[in-house]
């Protein structure tokens, strides 16, 4: 199935999807749609996303999000799979080509989308940021999952001050819209949001990685 969350932002999953089933999104933009890839086997949308004007970025946000069928699935619109360095080398191990490797920095991708580094679940996670429509949306990956209406985050002990420095600079970004890809993500992945709900979850979030 696919839905229209917001106005030319798409959501691709089953009406019940099994367990552990990732969400997949779709930009329909006139610079050429983005795809965020994940694991998910989006070939059932394929006649869909066709209609929609095909891919022309597949975009990674870490290494949890494709596999070798991921890559494929791009190559089919003849596009490549686009991630970080950090990442694609980690994905090239498990037989994954990210064919556009980015540099980890800040950059834009278009003149309405950004990739922000967003270290700390992963070395190499980017997160990316869209304006369309005067509403700016958020695609935070896995690094922030909603769960039961708290933003959870998974991060080994040795990376908290690396997620500490990416929930600081997150707090800096001014946004409308948070999607989170997480299969983990109940009862949705995304929320609305506005400045007075970005300062307490960043505060709250800030607050638990500080702890001991």
């Known amino acids: 199935m696919i839905t229209e969350l917001f106005p030319s932002l798409y959501l691709l999953r089953p009406t019940k999807p099994p367990p552990k089933t990732q969400f997949t999104y779709l930009l329909k ?12 086997d989006a070939r ?38 686009t991630g970080s360095k950090v990442e694609a080398k ?14 980890f920095e800040r950059q834009s991708l278009g003149p309405d989308l950004e990739a922000l580094p967003t270290p700390g679940h992963t070395r190499g996670a980017f997160s990316y940021l869209w304006t369309h429509g005067g509403r700016r949306y958020l695609f935070i990956g896995d690094t922030l999952v909603p769960v039961d209406g708290v933003w959870q985050y998974w991060v080994t002990k040795p990376n908290r001050a690396q997620m500490l420095m990416t929930i600081d600079a997150l707090s800096r970004v001014e946004f409308d819209v948070i999607l989170s890809n997480s299969f983990a993500s109940t009862p949705t992945a995304h929320r609305e949001v506005d400045a007075t709900y970005r300062r307490k979850m960043f505060a709250d979030l800030r607050a638990r990685l500080a702890r001991p």
């Open 90 to 103: 980690v994905l090239a191990a498990a037989g994954v080509k990210v064919g556009r490797q980015l540099e």
């Open 44 to 81: 059932p949308h394929a006649a869909d996303i066709e209609a929609l004007g095909g891919i022309d970025q597949s975009l990674l946000g870490d290494r949890h999000h494709a596999l070798p069928a991921t890559m494929k699935f791009a190559q089919g619109f003849g596009t490549v799979l």
């Open 29 to 40: 933009r006139p610079d050429g749609n983005v795809l965020f890839a994940t694991k998910y």
